[in-house]
């Protein structure tokens, strides 16, 4: 049934899955809402069966949509493999990548190396999405995520890309109002900037993890109102070695090295779907945020 399928149906079936909607397929797929409309019915003609229940705003699966959609992405990623292996490496990776990754390290990281990326592969395309929250990626039909936190088993495959080294900080025009932290001990009397409804930080002391309640006037339920605030002088703040580079280099954050404890460290992790890793998109990807993380 499958042997002369057309790809195109069936990325369409996937994309408007993923998408909700056959506007967001199209989209998605760079062509117009009509031809989404037609591939999508001339797969279904071509099975014999309703995928898709389609009303004016959204679409679902049909129960049997459910069962052929996994099939589908198997057969668009073995002809997207197929095809790299086929097309010369000088035209580089092709397709369209879907990653998502957490807001502040897409546009400090991942951004710088878009343009790079998209002119050495003038085959790929990017659909990037800024989000702090976690995404399935299997019906969400991304390829990739980026996560910086302890990794729940999932079933999908994660790639260690680097430490994720914290920094306690804070700007100069704190340190002078209210001194300069020595000891874990003093954070006590100090305003910490806490992301919301996480009132403490994780250390490491005499070689042993430990959570220091802080307390402070202002928090965020997001790492950029952090870092923003404590750039703005509200009070001192544990952020990512990545997200506050430039920010130490000119002298607008100072670095606070405490006596004893230093700042729990995690890891940048990609985690992405079993079938995806043969992907050369995937690769070029992750070869060169690899590469900008090392700076």
């Known amino acids: 049934m499958t042997g002369g399928m057309d790809t195109d149906g069936l990325k369409t079936f996937i994309q408007t899955y993923a998408a909700g909607s056959l506007a967001g397929a199209a989209r998605r797929l760079k062509i117009t809402s009509m031809a989404a409309t037609r591939r999508l019915a001339a797969l279904e003609a071509e099975l014999g069966v309703r995928l898709m229940h389609r009303s004016t705003r959204s679409v679902s699966l049909t129960p049997e949509g459910e069962t052929f959609l996994p099939y589908a992405t198997s057969i668009v990623e073995a002809a997207e493999a197929g095809r790299a292996v086929l097309v010369p490496s000088e035209q580089g990776a092709t397709g369209l990548l879907r990653a998502t990754v957490p807001a502040a390290f897409g546009r400090k990281v991942v951004m710088p190396i ?74 006590v009397h100090h305003d910490c900037i806490t992301l919301s409804g996480v009132p403490y930080w994780p250390f490491v002391v005499a070689g042993r993890d430990r959570l220091v309640r802080v307390v402070g006037r202002f928090s965020s339920n997001s790492v950029e109102g952090t870092h923003e605030a404590c750039v703005g002088g509200v009070g001192l703040a544990l952020l990512s070695a990545w997200d506050v580079a430039t920010e130490l280099s000119d002298g607008k954050l100072v670095s606070i090295d405490l006596k004893e404890p230093v700042a729990q460290e995690r890891a940048i992790w990609a985690v992405y779907p079993k079938a995806r890793h043969t992907l050369p998109k995937l690769h070029v990807f992750l070869s060169r945020l690899q590469e900008r993380l090392r700076i």
């Open 114 to 187: 878009i343009p790079a990326l998209l002119a050495e592969n003038p085959g790929l395309s990017i659909d990037l999405e800024l989000s702090d929250g976690v995404t399935d990626l299997i019906s969400r039909g991304m390829d990739v995520a980026i996560r910086i936190a302890p990794l729940r088993d999932s079933g999908l495959i994660a790639r260690k890309l680097a430490e994720n080294r914290r920094v306690l900080c804070a700007a100069p025009a704190y340190l002078d109002r209210r001194g300069r932290p020595w000891r874990v001990e003093d954070l």
